[in-house]
């Protein structure tokens, strides 16, 4: 008996039938396989000419990140009181000036510098610092440095945009800065003056004491009794300057307000036990009126001498923030007018258009040669003759 070569099946069955299948359709449509990529490819490249170049400037800072430190030394050493007034404003130098960077006083600068109603072609300024927003990216990197990249069609404007944020962040930084320093300065210039009036009376008084009943001793169990008296309430007006100043950023159920205001009221129980002669052993002795009466103007004495020490060293560490300069920003690489552009990638996007074409036929392809199998197929064929039936209207 004979074999033909149509009696003849491959080593494994259907793999050279099923590629040849394969070829066969790409073969079939071999028009739409290559006619729509290519004119896919020509349509996107006609478009992307269309397109206008964007370029990109970028500027890198380096912000201050040693701008508090000689503060946070003289907070350190004043205790409580003055690190509960500047301890809320330290902050991540970086976090700071990216806020900022962002913030809608630098858009509003720069929109009305540059003018960007006009060049984004709008008349809504929120819109406009919405635009702005888009085509800027701020960021802070591992290194430390804040990049700032800005995209535009014209060239010069993306170079101004960038430096210009520099420009608008020193500035804004310089009046927050000043501003903050300077009402504390003046909060403690007020507060020094009126210790100092109470320092002077206090003095003017012990002195008309001395005059009128003249100089008298006071006993060493006295003048410890007057020491830890003045120390008690210098301490407790400390105490009330800083539970002020916390009320400002924490809550009442705050645990270190809880403290300070616990603190208070165990000073204020020691204070009232001394000034009422209990709890400090006997009450000074004297052998005249004069004598109790000088103790109780030298005690006030040294309690406003204390008072006045305090407002002075904060009054001198208000002064200092507000003379240094802390709005240095290092600008370590200014922007400059870009050579190339960055948007649009005309060769990718010709590229990825014509592969999704491609992909697109060749899908398309098969769909068809599927379909067309199946109603080849007699019973399929009546089963896709009863669905078009059914999806009749009417």
């Given amino acids: 008996m004979q074999t033909t070569a149509a009696d003849v099946k491959p080593a494994v069955p259907g793999s050279e039938l099923d590629f040849l299948d394969l070829l066969i359709v790409l073969a079939k449509h071999k028009k739409l396989i290559i006619g729509l990529p290519l004119a896919v490819g020509a349509i996107v490249a006609a478009i992307s000419l269309l397109l206008p170049n964007v370029y990109k400037a970028t500027t890198k800072i380096l912000p201050p990140q040693q701008a508090q430190s000689s503060a946070a030394a003289l907070m350190a050493q004043l205790g409580g009181v003055a690190a509960a007034v500047g301890g809320s404003a330290m902050k991540n130098p970086n976090d700071l000036h990216i806020g900022m960077l962002r913030s809608r006083a630098v858009a509003d600068k720069l929109v009305q510098k540059f003018d960007l109603r006009k060049a984004f072609d709008t008349e809504s300024l929120e819109k406009a ?32 945009l960038a430096n210009g944020y520099v420009e608008q962040l020193v500035q804004l930084n310089k009046v927050l800065a000043v501003t903050e320093a300077a009402k504390r300065r003046l909060f403690f210039e007020g507060q020094l003056v009126i210790s100092k009036n109470n320092l002077e009376a206090a003095e003017k008084q012990l002195k008309g004491g001395l005059d009128a009943r003249g100089v008298t001793s006071v006993d060493a169990n006295s003048r410890a009794i007057v020491e830890t008296i003045s120390g008690l309430r210098a301490r407790i007006s400390a105490k ?101 552009k960055v948007k649009p990638r005309r060769a990718a996007l010709v590229l990825v258009a014509t592969v999704l074409a491609f992909a697109a036929a060749v899908t398309w392809a098969f769909l068809v040669e599927i379909l067309a199998n199946a109603l080849r197929q007699p019973r399929r064929a009546a089963k896709w003759a009863a669905l078009r039936a059914l999806l009749r209207l009417g």
Avoid: C, W
Avoid at 135 to 141: D, I, K, L, Q, R
């Fill in 240 to 340: 009330d300057i800083e539970l002020n100043a916390m009320q400002a950023f924490v809550t009442a159920n705050n645990h270190d307000h809880k403290q300070v205001r616990e603190e208070l009221r165990s000073l204020r129980s020691e204070l009232h036990k001394l000034e009422n002669g209990r709890g400090a052993g006997p009450a000074p002795a004297a052998g005249t009126r004069a004598g109790p009466d000088n103790v109780k103007l030298l005690r006030d004495l040294r309690y406003h001498q204390t008072l006045f020490e305090m407002l002075s060293k904060q009054y001198e560490l208000a002064r200092l923030d507000e003379a240094k300069d802390a709005s240095i920003i290092q600008v370590l690489d200014a922007a400059v007018e870009p050579e190339h």
């Fill in 129 to 160: 610092r919405r635009l702005l927003a888009q085509n800027t990216m701020v960021a802070a990197g591992k290194d430390g440095m804040i990049v700032i990249d800005v995209e535009s069609e014209d060239r010069k404007l993306a170079v101004g």
